[in-house]
């Protein structure tokens, strides 16, 4: 079994920061492409920004200088740093992760949600 397991949501007023933590446990090969995504009501799900394994990122528009990912491949964990936050910031924000997976050779490769952390941006 594979798990993603994301924190560090919360509530937060405009102008300021969150990190968020996605770590990745179980039965893992290899960890490829990793992202966040985020889904507010009545919005369709968006990439907020992802990372590949060997470090290139890819942001949304709305969110360039202001959010960072970066991931710690010893800890198959990633993070999604959010500066300057705006109220339409305000989602449920998901980890997403392609995972090399098996216990022998051939591996697959599969991709995996984390359940979400709620990010709300208010005063």
């Known amino acids: 079994q594979v798990q993603l397991v994301e924190s560090g949501g919360g509530l937060v007023q405009p102008g300021g920061s969150l990190r968020l933590s996605c770590a990745a446990s179980g039965r893992i090969v290899r960890l490829n492409d990793m992202g966040w995504y985020r889904q507010a009501p009545g919005k369709e799900r968006e990439l907020v920004a992802s990372?590949?394994?060997?470090?290139?990122?890819n942001y949304a528009d709305s969110v360039k200088g202001r959010f960072t990912i970066s991931r710690d491949n010893a800890k198959n964990t990633v993070y999604l740093q959010m500066n300057s936050l705006r109220p339409e910031d305000t989602a449920v924000y998901l980890c997403n992760a392609e995972i090399v997976v098996g216990d022998r050779f051939p591996y697959i490769s599969r991709e995996y949600w984390g359940q979400g952390t709620q990010v709300t941006v208010s005063s």
């Open positions: 990372i590949i394994s060997g470090g290139r990122t």
